[in-house]
T-cell receptor, first 114, second 115 residues
Framework: EDKVVQSPLSLVVHEGDTVTLNCSYE??????LLWYKQEKKAPTFLFML????IEKKSGRLSSILDKKELFSILNITATQTGDSAVYLC??????????????FGGGTRVLVKP | GAVVSQHPSRVICKSGTSVKIECRSL??????MFWYRQFPKQSLMLMAT?????????EQGVEKDKFLINHASLTLSTLTVTSAHPEDSSFYIC???????????FGQGTRLTVV
């Protein structure tokens, strides 16, 4: 059974701090790893990672994948209160039969205090 | 990115009634749609996967007669919660995937409260 584990479960930081979120996975036939940000409603897409060692950046957010050690990290630099959210990582399995259903990690709840 | 519209965003219903939630892909054809349920402060739990024109595949522990899923067209899937009970109160989210794509796009979610 595919497994995705995120850590820490939650963290509280102050504006301007940098946070690093971890996502480790055990998946048969890995294809990609997805990061989402969830505030009050449905998750919004952040990154899709397929190749090891290539950092993806979007503003103050960046993410990288290590396919050898089976994990990914999501970094947020110079955090702002608007970064407060639950960050989810998810892995879709390879193969038609799987229907590409996503296996989600438990999420990391980030609270950024002013 | 692609847009998935979920409706209604919020619904309150009485115990014993049925509620239908719609999920539409607005600018792409969604060959596969997924329905998730999320309890407070927990991650998304997949309920079922539906492919256009065929029966949905339900995850273990999800009652197919209670959570009816229909995916009649490439742009619309519906989830009907039948004979709703207060314990069905939850946040329900759909996501849609185009053929050949890895990325799934989420609807805005529906908060269901059964009183």
């Amino acid at each position: 059974e595919d497994k995705v584990v995120q850590s820490p479960l939650s963290l509280v930081v102050h504006e301007g701090d940098t946070v690093t979120l971890n996502c480790s996975y055990e998946v048969t036939n890995f294809r990609s790893l997805l990061w989402y940000k969830q505030e009050k409603k449905a998750p919004t897409f952040l990154f899709m990672l397929t190749s090891s060692g290539i950092e993806k950046k979007s503003g103050r957010l960046s993410s990288i994948l290590d396919k050898k050690e089976l994990f990914s990290i999501l970094n947020i630099t110079a955090t702002q209160t608007g970064d407060s959210a639950v960050y989810l990582c998810a892995v879709p399995p390879r193969g038609k039969a799987a229907g590409n259903k996503l296996t989600f990690g438990g999420g990391t709840r980030v609270l950024v205090k002013p | 990115g692609a847009v998935v519209s979920q409706h209604p965003s919020r619904v309150i219903c009485k115990s014993g009634t049925s509620v239908k939630i719609e999920c539409r892909s607005l600018d792409f054809q969604a060959t596969t749609m997924f329905w998730y349920r999320q309890f407070p402060k927990q991650s998304l739990m997949l309920m079922a996967t539906s492919n256009e024109g065929s029966k949905a595949t339900y995850e273990q522990g999800v009652e197919k007669d209670k959570f009816l899923i229909n995916h009649a067209s490439l742009t619309l899937s519906t989830l009907t919660v039948t004979s709703a009970h207060p314990e069905d109160s939850s946040f329900y989210i759909c996501s849609a995937r185009a053929h050949g794509s890895t990325e799934a796009f989420f609807g805005q979610g529906t908060r269901l409260t059964v009183v």
